[in-house]
Structures are given as structure tokens and as C-alpha cells.
T-cell receptor, first 118, second 114 residues
Framework: NAGVTQTPKFRILKIGQSMTLQCTQD?????MYWYRQDPGMGLKLIYY???????DKGEVPNGYNVSRSTTEDFPLRLELAAPSQTSVYFC?????????????????FGPGTRLTVL | GNSVTQMEGPVTLSEEAFLTINCTYT??????LFWYVQYPGEGLQLLLK?????DKGSNKGFEATYRKETTSFHLEKGSVQVSDSAVYFC?????????????FGKGNQVVVIP
């Protein structure tokens, strides 16, 4: 298993440009998440999804959009990039809590995308 | 709402020293508690977890005990190595809402000097 993969690894955007951060998992996890990590601030949840076709806002959703058309993929869209969106973005996935067992609440993280908006 | 507080500032210590990183939490319900580790240039990895009061999580020489009476989950290791240099995040998951959302602390940079 490749686990959680993210592309690209690095990207520089100009203000007002748009882009999509890709995230794919091959563990058949129902739940997927997008976080941003700012220096000294820990991780903040942007959006999450509990299954294909279902998404919901996290703590910091403004300026972002998501979709979940398949179990495997959970892309994050930035429509009008702003300097405040300069950050490292992590995608994660987990089993549904309904699956039970010891692994039900562990999240698996991708390697991250470092985004700079100038 | 749920929140996690970690001690302020980076931690610098010598190889074979004792490491403690403090973590306290505020939560409704009965959260699971986690320590995640982030090595340079990588994503987060689960280090250990505890799902109920008085449980002790352990992995790679690290330990943490779920203390409901003090709402704490402090991370300890008896003898650190240079390879333990990383950022450590305390987190909680309250599955009452059925989505496994995690609330993270700000993280602590640990630097181990040979």
C-alpha cells in the first residue's frame, strides 16, 4: 500500500491564481481530512469527509473548497489564492468509527504540500 | 469546545537525557488521546495513543498515561537519542460526533544534541 499520497510537493502561486491539491489513499478509508500547518500553530482542520459525496467544514474553511466523488480521492481547491494561504497542507484518512477495533480512530497522514502565495 | 494545550517552546536536551513534554486537554465526552510525531520534511505519524482513563500508551520507548483527574497526557522517554529529534503533537479525538475529528496542540520541537 502506498498509503496517503499528495501532489504536488511544492508550489508557488501568484495572488489570485487558483490550484487544486490532490490527495489519494489506497487503504479504503471512509474518512478523509485536510489540514493546514502554520509555524508554531499546530494543525488546523480545513474540511473533512465521512464518505463519497459527503463533505463538511472544519475550523478554517474560508477560501477553500473540496469534493469527494470517490472513496480514494479528496482534492482541495483554492480559487483565489491569497498570501494568508501560504502554509503546509496535509491530507489524512482514517477508518470509520463504525468499523470499530483498535485502528478505528488513527489518522494516516500524507507527506504534505508546501504552498507559497506571492 | 475541545482543545489541547502543550507546554511552550522548543526542548533541547543531550543524548540519553530524560524527556517530558506536557499536554493537558479540555473536552466534552470521553476522548481518545494521541501523540503524533513529525520528522523533518515528513507528514505526521502516530506515536502512541490511549482510549480511556488510566490507559498507558507506549511505543519506541515513549510512554504517556491518560489521566482523567488532571486532564493530562504527558509524554515521557527515559533516554533520548539524536534520532528522536522531531516535532511532537498531542491530540484528542472525540468520536461522539462520529467523524474522528482531531484537535491538535501547537507542537513541541525536540532537539537532541549528541
Amino acid at each position: 500500500n502506498a498509503g496517503v499520497t499528495q501532489t504536488p510537493k511544492f508550489r508557488i502561486l501568484k495572488i489570485g491564481q487558483s490550484m487544486t491539491l490532490q490527495c489519494t489513499q489506497d487503504m479504503n478509508h471512509n474518512y478523509m481530512y485536510w489540514y493546514r500547518q502554520d509555524p508554531g500553530m499546530g494543525l488546523k482542520l480545513i474540511y473533512y469527509s465521512v464518505g463519497a459525496g459527503i463533505t463538511d467544514k472544519g475550523e478554517v474553511p474560508n477560501g477553500y473548497n473540496v469534493s469527494r466523488s470517490t472513496t480514494e480521492d479528496f482534492p482541495l481547491r483554492l480559487e483565489l489564492a491569497a498570501p494568508s494561504q501560504t502554509s503546509v497542507y496535509f491530507c489524512a484518512s482514517s477508518y470509520s468509527i463504525l468499523a470499530g477495533g483498535d485502528k478505528a480512530d488513527e489518522q494516516f497522514f500524507g507527506p504534505g504540500t508546501r504552498l507559497t502565495v506571492l | 469546545g475541545n482543545s489541547v494545550t502543550q507546554m511552550e517552546g522548543p526542548v533541547t536536551l543531550s543524548e540519553e537525557a530524560f524527556l517530558t513534554i506536557n499536554c493537558t486537554y479540555t473536552a466534552t465526552g470521553y476522548p481518545s488521546l494521541f501523540w503524533y510525531v513529525q520528522y523533518p520534511g515528513e507528514g505526521l505519524q502516530l506515536l502512541l495513543k490511549a482510549t480511556k482513563a488510566d490507559d498507558k500508551g507506549s511505543n519506541k520507548g515513549f510512554e504517556a498515561t491518560y489521566r482523567k483527574e488532571t486532564t493530562s497526557f504527558h509524554l515521557e522517554k527515559g533516554s533520548v537519542q539524536v534520532s528522536d529529534s522531531a516535532v511532537y503533537f498531542c491530540a484528542l479525538s472525540d468520536s461522539v460526533y462520529g467523524n474522528n475529528r482531531l484537535a491538535f496542540g501547537k507542537g513541541n520541537q525536540v532537539v537532541v544534541i549528541p
